[in-house]
């Protein structure tokens, strides 16, 4: 049994979807949530800029005495190479690990990946599933189109430019390797039709459950746990946001920090 919190954390606002999925599976769990709201997007930056990041956003969170670390972040998660198991003090859970091993248990024949430059140029889906025909398609522009709220036809045209390949393709499965993606998942779906989406964030959170449960590192609490969130850029522009984006309320203390350098 362990009472520390549970450290998450994003490039911005997108490792919500994540934190949404962790705080059902682990109700009696204490979350604090990190997003470098300054510094959104890492998806466009080089693997230096994104691997110096993730270690200030680590480090960022071990001063908060947390039991474990999950980076929600897929750019992080493929580029950074932290892997689940640990290189820091505390045990890591990154996103891509479960979703490779889903990935090689499922054993599609066809499936495609979506996500940032950063993800989809590090090549970890196509060089870790050797026996699955792997497409990869970057997206860089559905992240400020999703921030902006855009549904309409610049959404449509991304999708046109991005998804029409993978329409092509017509894969068993698509992986929505970013943290932003699943605030457009049934615009994702009904462009593309009839064919098998996947959200990691379900993924990430079983593992992260079993994790802690293999461990004996649970909250035996019997209260629901609370969240913190701490971020780099103003607090109304991630409340405004995470309110907009994902039609609710953030609730818990919002506090605005400087990441040392
Ligand atoms: N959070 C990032 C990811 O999941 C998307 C936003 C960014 O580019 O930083 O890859």
Redesign the pocket.
Known sequence: MDKRPIGVF???I??LTVLKKIAKALPNEDLIYFGDTAR?????RSKETIRKFAQEDVNFLLTKNVKCIVI?????SSVAAIQNGSTASVPIIN?TTPTLNFLKDAKRKRIAVI??R??ISSGVYKKSLRKTKVTEQECPLL?PIIEEGEKGEVLESAMRLYLSNIKKVKPDLVVL????YPIIKKEIKDFLGDVEILDPADLISRELKRFLVSNHLQSKSSKKGGVKFFVTDTVEHFAKNAKELLREEVSGKIERIKLTQ
Do not use: R
């Open positions: 994003d490039s911005g997108g490792g959104v997007p890492y998806g466009t929600a972040c897929h750019t992080v996103a996500g940032t950063g993800t992240v390797a970013c943290t932003h």
